[in-house]
């Protein structure tokens, strides 16, 4: 019998390690990133809907006994969904402190939590949870079932159009004052969140917005085309992205812009064109491996290439590699700086940590242009040194940038590990460092 040559025998081979080690450091780097970005959003809800004095499940229970658990509504609602043990929605509760605030009853505000049953839409009941009132008037309004009960009949979208200038609500004999004073704060709450959710823009694609969108378009032609071959125009590319990104709209990315769309919301609505620009700066390299904004719309990473021009190759400095190492370590560092300003909600203003608003002549401040100006000198001597050396922005992108199969597991991600620890236990704990620090 004649043995078949193993070379010949049909197999079918297995998908390389490797690639399956890259599509996983890809989809776990992109993971920490939105994790991060989820928890600086989710405290910032949670504070400006619980404010200083969260309401606590006892209180909601003692309206509607079946509330298990709470959860925060990113919406402009601002207020918490009540779910049952199944974790299925039964009710919402709001408060109406702080925005309430100030109307004043007799002598002072009342901070009320309303709870709505999901079945009904209805209000379940009422507590005044605190009030600067008169402490024998909020007793009164307690204890009168009448004026409490009145509630009921109400839903949200009711209270929307509650007009008590037409007597829809009645006060409470003796506390007056305190009880109507309470019925304002109820329908101001309500009515207040409504507003800005019917004021929301609605989207209107601007001029500016289209030019954005046009030189994500270009960079994207420039990168993966055969247009990448032409240097004059890629440089005279370079050149206008400097100029309009830079000097002209200040269209930028950069910490302080993703730490206020993390804060509050992606205004997709009114700047289309910027999300679109960081959608490209993120998703591209994290697809392809090319770093479209870094190479070649980055006005800062543009003036350093240019200046580099101008000083030989026999001219530049050769740091030693454990220096290179050392400074390798300031992007992480001015990440993690960032990421306690953002929590522990510090005066200071992320965009002096960065570059990037040198540009805009008329607002930049002083220690942003101290930090342009570096880092264009240090670009005469050491290639792109900003963009290696100092730039938290370029490290995130870079970070998540896709390495094929020659990628592995490094002290960047371990050191994303550390970071997203650290934005856990800031979404737990900050309010509590915030007291300790502050006081």
């Known amino acids: 019998m004649t043995e078949l040559p193993l070379a010949s025998l049909p197999h079918k081979s297995p998908r ?3 690639s399956l080690r890259s599509l996983a450091l890809k989809f776990y780097r992109m993971t920490v990133l939105v994790l991060v970005v989820c928890l600086i959003r989710d405290y910032y809800v949670r504070v400006r809907v619980q404010g200083e004095f969260p309401i606590e499940l006892h209180e ?4 509607m006994p079946a509330a298990e658990a709470l959860r925060v509504d990113h919406s ?3 207020g918490l969904f009540i779910l049952d043990q199944n974790q299925q929605t039964i009710g919402y509760a709001v408060r109406t402190s702080p925005i309430s605030d100030e109307i004043i009853g007799y002598c002072g505000p009342s901070d ?3 709870v709505f049953e999901q079945a009904t839409g209805k209000i379940a009941g009422l507590s005044i949870r605190s009030s600067g009132d008169t402490t024998s ?4 309004v ?3 079932q009448y004026y409490m009960n009145l509630w009921k009949q109400y839903s949200w979208d009711d209270l929307v159009i509650l007009d008590l200038k037409q007597g829809d609500i009645e006060g409470v004999s003796g506390a007056t004052m305190t009880s109507m004073g309470i019925a304002h704060a109820i329908a101001f709450r309500i009515q207040h969140s409504h507003k800005k959710i019917s004021d929301m823009q609605p989207f209107e694609l601007q001029p500016a917005d289209g030019l954005l969108i046009f030189f994500c378009f270009a960079a994207c032609l420039i990168t993966f085309t055969r247009l990448k071959q032409y240097h004059w125009l890629r440089y ?3 050149l206008s992205a400097l100029i309009y990104l830079g000097f002209l709209s200040g269209d930028l990315l950069a910490e302080s812009l993703f730490a206020g769309w993390a804060r509050y919301t992606i205004p997709w609505r009114q700047s289309f064109g910027l999300v679109v620009l960081a959608a490209c700066a993120t998703l591209i390299p994290w697809t392809t491996r090319r770093n479209i904004y870094c190479q070649s719309l980055c006005p800062h990473g543009t003036a350093q290439e240019l200046l580099g021009k101008f000083v030989p190759a026999k001219r530049k400095w050769k740091i030693r590699v454990d220096v290179k190492r050392a400074l390798r370590w300031i992007p992480g560092i001015l990440i993690c700086l960032i990421l306690i300003i953002i929590f522990l909600d510090l005066p200071i203003d992320l965009a002096e940590l960065e570059a990037f608003d040198a540009y805009l002549l008329t607002s930049a401040g002083v220690l942003s242009i101290c930090i342009a100006i570096t880092g264009l000198l240090a670009s005469l001597f050491v290639p ?3 963009c290696h050396y100092g730039c938290p922005t370029g490290a995130i992108l870079e970070f998540i940038r896709s390495h094929g199969r020659a990628d592995h597991f490094g002290k960047a991600d371990f050191v994303a590990a550390l970071l997203l620890i650290m934005a856990i236990l800031f979404n737990q704990y900050a309010e509590i460092l915030k007291q300790f620090i502050f006081q």
């Open 60 to 63: 909601v229970k003692s309206i």
């Open 236 to 238: 005279l590319f370079k």
């Open 384 to 386: 792109q040194a900003y």
């Open 137 to 140: 008037h909020v007793k009164d």
């Open 76 to 78: 402009e609602r601002m």
């Open 16 to 18: 390389p390690a490797s």
């Open 112 to 114: 009320t939590l309303l």
């Open 142 to 144: 307690r204890k009168n």
